[in-house]
């Protein structure tokens, strides 16, 4: 089956700690997108990547960082510099520049206590 | 940066159409208007994008005026599962497909 996959679901860490997402895709895509979705707010871009071993940030990468070493994956890591990491994450990808159909995983909420 | 701006909610009824305007008064000549659509918990789903005139498929319609100002994203005879908020977006040709999404419309369908 083709598609995005996020995991885990549901995620909870202690302050301080680093906690870092995974997101696979198994479309051949060469874009990859992560965006923050706060609770009865938008989606607010993090990070993106348009091919294999680049990326840009978005805006609001502010202690988050990332690496995209393989086309199909491109892991968040959420820091203890985040300041308020307590929120919803999506994953996405793309063909890329120019294509503007992107595809959503199903997001992970992560909490931290 | 071509921002975008669109009502924050709108309330509706089964089977009537709804209409949805996104104000981008800033759009460049390379850029591609495209909307999604996303349930609680779930990612967006891509629904339809066009550049001018009027596009349609199963899903909805898009209507753009020839200055390519504003868009509306048209839902006829909506249901209750069309419950849902409605992101306009600009896609910035020259920042490399860069896809960022604003605050969104939600959408309410009443029996």
């Known amino acids: 089956d083709g598609g995005i996959t996020q995991s885990p679901k549901y995620l909870f860490r202690k302050e301080g700690q680093n906690v870092t997402l995974s997101c696979e895709q198994n479309?051949?895509?060469?874009?990859m997108y992560w965006y923050r979705q706060d609770p009865g707010q938008g989606l607010r871009l993090i990070y993106y990547?348009?091919?294999?071993?680049?990326?840009q940030k978005g805006d609001i990468a502010e202690g988050y960082s990332v690496s995209r070493e393989k086309k199909e994956s491109f892991p968040l890591t959420v820091t203890s510099a985040q300041k308020n990491p307590t929120a919803f994450y999506l994953c996405?990808?793309?063909?890329?520049?120019?294509?503007?159909?992107?595809?959503f995983g199903q997001g992970t909420r992560l909490t931290v206590v | 940066l071509a921002k975008t701006t669109q009502p924050i909610s709108m309330d509706s009824y089964e089977g009537q159409e709804v209409n949805i305007t996104c104000s981008h008064n800033n759009i460049a000549t390379n850029d591609y208007i495209t909307w999604y659509q996303q349930f609680p918990s779930q990612g967006p789903r891509f629904i339809i994008q066009g550049y001018k005139t009027k596009v349609t498929n199963e899903v909805a319609s898009l209507f753009i005026p020839a200055d390519r100002k504003s868009s509306t994203l048209s839902l006829p005879r909506v249901s209750l599962s069309d419950t849902a908020v409605y992101y306009c977006?600009?896609?910035?040709?020259?920042?490399?497909?860069?896809?960022?999404f604003g605050q969104g419309t939600e959408l309410s369908v009443k029996p």
């Open positions: 977006l600009v896609l910035i040709y020259n920042q490399g497909g860069k896809l960022i």
């Open positions: 990547s348009q091919i294999v071993n680049d990326f």
């Open positions: 479309l051949n895509h060469d874009a």
């Open positions: 996405a990808s793309s063909r890329g520049q120019g294509d503007p159909e992107a595809f």
